[in-house]
């Protein structure tokens, strides 16, 4: 039997992307096991899709003082030879890395063991985990064509991001009758994030009355943040977290705004819905969704609104905007080739395991 290691973690956006490859592994017939942290939101996400997972330790790799940064060391090292004994023992044919630091050890321990790597970069410009796992890696894969000019030539690959087969079979009507919405206005699907959620929503409440009169609205405003006020507004549906049904709210969804996590804006692209991003500041990250944002609008699949120049106006014109040109955006979006990623990445994995 063939077999794979995935590993990645620290944030769902770690995670979503190896569990989207699965289903395409498992018909080739891949053994697989995931390797993530002790107790990372990747123990769950993977055990709930019914993958073998081994935890290992980690230490965060931090850009900044902290009294953990003489204690993570000593974590890495030991999470370092705890992957060395998993892959002796599993015996893979490749390793999938997602990044997030308790990948770093995982692609050492590959490299020793002379497995094939395959590293992922999810954001247009390589996080603190891929770069130190670079060496170790076959062929890195990125999202963005800005990102090629940052990685080793021969290893650099535009795959775009793995791609949840599931999104891609939503059906519009359900998602009409899940939110009770009748279809009679174009809707418009507003996806806060978990981070910076508040500022997103509060910005859209401000304007609610404006909006209203040309779309109905499906809000998605993260866990705790439903506003109990407003539960009643005719053509306003509020949910804190959809799993499932979400493929069905984007099938009914006409028009989105989103911030610009690089998962996200992919799962757009791949889902060819016209869309307004607010990426998060720079005071709220390391810059990478800003750097995200600038590429979707540069490549002509997005528009977008800097979260200081949200105000009255802006928002509602911006959206009224993007409704306009909507079939632009999507012919734009169709004709792009960093749709797909699974289909390039298994592509990858064959090669190496063939």
């Not at 000593?74 to 002796?88: C, N, P, S």
């Not at 959809?242 to 791949?270: T, Y």
């Not at 060819?272 to 390391?286: D, E, H, T, V």
Request: glycine share 8%; aromatic share 6%; with cysteine.
């Amino acid at each position: 039997m063939k077999k794979i290691i995935l590993t990645g973690g620290g944030t769902a956006g770690h995670v979503t992307p190896n569990l989207a490859l699965v289903p395409e592994l498992k018909k080739r017939g891949y053994e697989i096991l995931y390797i993530g942290s002790e107790n990372g939101i990747e123990k769950e996400l993977a055990e709930k899709a019914g993958l073998a997972y081994r935890g290992i330790s980690g230490g965060k790799l931090r850009r900044y003082f902290s009294l953990k940064n003489f204690t993570d060391p000593f974590r890495v090292l030991k999470g370092y030879a705890q992957a060395d004994r998993i892959i002796k023992a599993f015996k893979p044919d490749v390793v999938f890395s997602k990044g997030g630091y308790v990948a770093v050890p995982v692609t050492m321990a590959a490299k020793r063991r002379k497995v094939p790597v395959i590293a992922h970069e999810s954001d247009m410009t390589p996080g603190l985990a891929n770069r130190l796992a670079a060496p170790a890696a076959w062929k890195i894969c990125c999202n963005f064509p800005e990102t090629l000019e940052c990685l080793p030539k021969e290893k650099a690959v535009l795959s775009g991001s793995p791609i949840r087969r599931e999104l891609l079979s939503g059906s519009r009507e359900k998602g009409l009758a899940l939110s009770g919405l009748d279809g009679h206005k174009p809707v418009l699907l507003i996806i806060g994030g978990s981070l910076g959620a508040v500022h997103v929503n509060e910005a859209v409440r401000k304007v609610l009355p404006a909006l209203l009169e040309d779309f109905d609205i499906i809000h998605l405003c993260g866990k705790g943040h439903v506003d109990q006020s407003l539960q009643y507004l005719h053509g306003y549906v509020q949910y804190d977290y959809v799993d499932e049904p979400l493929k069905d709210l984007f099938a009914a969804a006409d028009i989105v705004l989103s911030r610009a996590g690089a998962n996200a804006i992919c799962e757009l692209l791949a889902l060819k819905k016209p869309n307004l991003l607010i990426p998060l500041p720079a005071n709220a990250s390391r810059g990478d969704q800003l750097l995200n944002a600038e590429s979707f609008r540069r490549q002509g699949f997005s528009m977008v609104l800097q979260e200081e120049d949200i105000h009255e106006n802006t928002l509602p014109e911006a959206l009224k905007e993007l409704w306009a040109h909507r079939e632009e955006y999507t012919e734009r979006m169709k004709a792009s080739p960093q749709s797909d990623g699974v289909e390039v990445i298994i592509g990858l994995i064959e090669s190496i395991v063939s």
